[in-house]
């Protein structure tokens, strides 16, 4: 422990944030980073607790809290507080495939377990994450780690997102060969079309990728596995093959949008919108805008916040957020102590964009869409909402409406970014594997195999939609998994 008295002596101070109104001009990152001696402050802030919850992933009431990773996180805490950077970086990769992305787009479940946030704020994990492994891209220190002896093994990864990529990474570092299936135009998944540049700018994928090429692993995109890929001779040409390939069956609303013009899935507008992008500026001619538009986005979780940072960017004229749940508490009920995850309401950047924009916050919430008003060319005109409340029949929670609550919005456009159902079926079906009731693909907890020879899968494929850090420990495992499958050890630390 570096400092014992550092979490008494520094106050959290996170990284600077560019006003809402200034970053809604384009689709920067907009966090700029702490210089060394007040990141290092940070650090010292760290306890060492004797039994770091930070790095447990236990599970209270449910809900999981500190990283599935299971980082050291008090050891490059230490190492940053005294300045051994090149440490502290390899502390953190020992656990963390690509801290570069958790770094930016996780939630920090590692900081809602920290001691420090018992009575007071806890240390500033995720962006002591993010400032190692920056700094040790900026100074050289990660260099391609480049496998000494190959073995004859050949390992087909289908699908790229963080699951993919981290499987990928570890098996290729055990000198396996490692090709990856990627149905896109470029290698990402999730991380290049599903998550905002603001969020996670593209060249951070791009330079990820760039570096697994040269440590050898293979990308092949336009790749799609089941149609112009065939899934009999992967599996024939191929030792093991893992299927990452998300959960990205979006779930419908409940209402006919079928021959609705203006009516969108929000992971296709996503894709849309970084597919126009030229470097952080939208290119003239979007296929799929939100400018000038009223937009309701129907989904309170990242994805609909996302979609409001976008259609603000965009130029929307106004952005209505429908939430079907009650809105949280401002802060924690005696029901939910530390160290559970914390049941409160969050305020993201979207919504705070909007407020500063438009005045209000965009979220409405005990809401959902009711009907769609359009004109005689089928193009959308308003939302018709309706509010909602849930009860307990015969044991079983459901959700009921309630009668004389009925509003109408106005909205050319409407996403839906309500979940997911799980996989699509074409990848599962191409191979013939199982998928369960929840529509992931069947595969053990433990071993991450299917009941089909050779075929393994992981991510959110395997557990249905979940966090980018939940996706990278489940390709880590899964490629301890083949190891052992492979070799009969899993070789892996």
């Given at each position: 422990m570096g400092k014992p008295t550092g979490f008494l002596?520094?106050?959290?101070?996170?990284?600077?944030?560019?006003?809402?109104?200034?970053?809604?001009?384009d689709f920067s990152e907009f966090h700029p980073p702490l210089d060394e001696p007040a990141r290092r402050e940070q650090a010292a802030r760290c306890m060492n607790c004797g039994v770091p919850f930070c790095q447990s992933a236990i599970r209270l009431s449910g809900m999981v809290t500190g990283c599935?990773?299971?980082?050291?996180?008090?050891?490059?805490?230490?190492?940053?507080?005294?300045?051994?950077?090149?440490?502290a970086a390899a502390r953190l990769m020992k656990t963390a495939s690509f801290p570069e992305f958790t770094g930016r787009v996780c939630p920090a479940l590692c900081e809602k377990a920290c001691i420090n946030g018992r009575d007071g704020d806890p240390v500033t994990i995720r962006e002591n994450e993010l400032y190692t492994i920056e700094r040790a891209f900026a100074e050289g220190i990660l260099k391609p780690r480049i496998p000494a002896a190959r073995s004859d093994y050949r390992i087909a990864v289908v699908g790229s997102g963080p699951a993919g990529l981290a499987a990928a990474d570890v098996l290729?570092?055990?000198?396996?060969n490692v090709t990856v299936y990627e149905r896109e135009d470029?290698?990402?998944?999730?991380?290049?079309?599903?998550?905002?540049?603001?969020?996670?700018?593209?060249s951070v994928v791009e330079r990820r990728i760039r570096l697994m090429e040269a440590e050898g692993v293979v990308f092949r995109t336009n790749a799609d596995v089941g149609r112009n890929v065939d899934a009999a001779e992967l599996v024939e040409s191929h030792?093991?093959?893992?299927?990452?390939?998300?959960?990205?069956q979006p779930r419908p609303l409940a209402v006919d949008t079928k021959d609705v013009r203006g009516v969108h899935y929000a992971v296709d507008f996503l894709t849309a919108a970084t597919r126009s992008l030229s470097g952080t500026t939208l290119s003239e001619n979007v296929p799929l805008s939100a400018k000038g538009l009223d937009v309701v986005i129907v989904g309170g979780g990242d994805t609909g916040n996302d979609c409001v940072g976008t259609c603000i960017r965009m130029g929307c004229r106004s952005v209505t957020q429908l939430e079907m749940m009650p809105c949280p508490p401002q802060t924690r009920a005696e029901s939910n102590p530390w160290p559970e995850w914390p049941r409160v309401l969050k305020t993201d950047y979207g919504q705070q964009e909007a407020i500063a924009l438009f005045g209000h916050d965009p979220r409405i919430y005990e809401t959902t869409v009711a009907a769609l008003e359009t004109d005689a060319e089928g193009r959308l005109q308003a939302v018709k909402t309706v509010r909602v409340g849930f009860e307990t029949v015969d044991g079983k929670r459901r959700m009921v409406t309630r009668e004389g609550t009925e509003e109408t919005i106005p909205a050319q456009l409407l996403l839906i970014a309500a979940g997911f159902t799980g996989c699509e079926s074409y990848v599962p079906d191409a191979f013939g594997v199982q998928r369960t009731p929840r529509g992931c693909v069947d595969a053990g907890e433990r071993d991450y195999r299917t009941a089909v020879p050779k075929v393994f899968s992981a991510g959110d494929m395997r557990r249905g939609q979940s966090l980018v850090v939940w996706a990278i420990a489940e390709g880590r495992a899964c490629a301890k998994a083949v190891e052992e499958f492979l070799t009969g050890s899993d070789g892996i630390d």
């Open positions: 002596e520094y106050s959290r101070c996170e990284n600077a944030t560019v006003a809402p109104l200034e970053r809604i001009r599935p990773l299971h980082n050291l996180i008090p050891e490059w805490n230490d190492e940053i507080y005294r300045g051994n950077f090149a440490e290729n570092r055990r000198g396996h470029r290698p990402g998944g999730l991380l290049m079309y599903g998550i905002p540049n603001m969020k996670l700018d593209k030792d093991a093959v893992i299927l990452c390939c998300g959960a990205k």
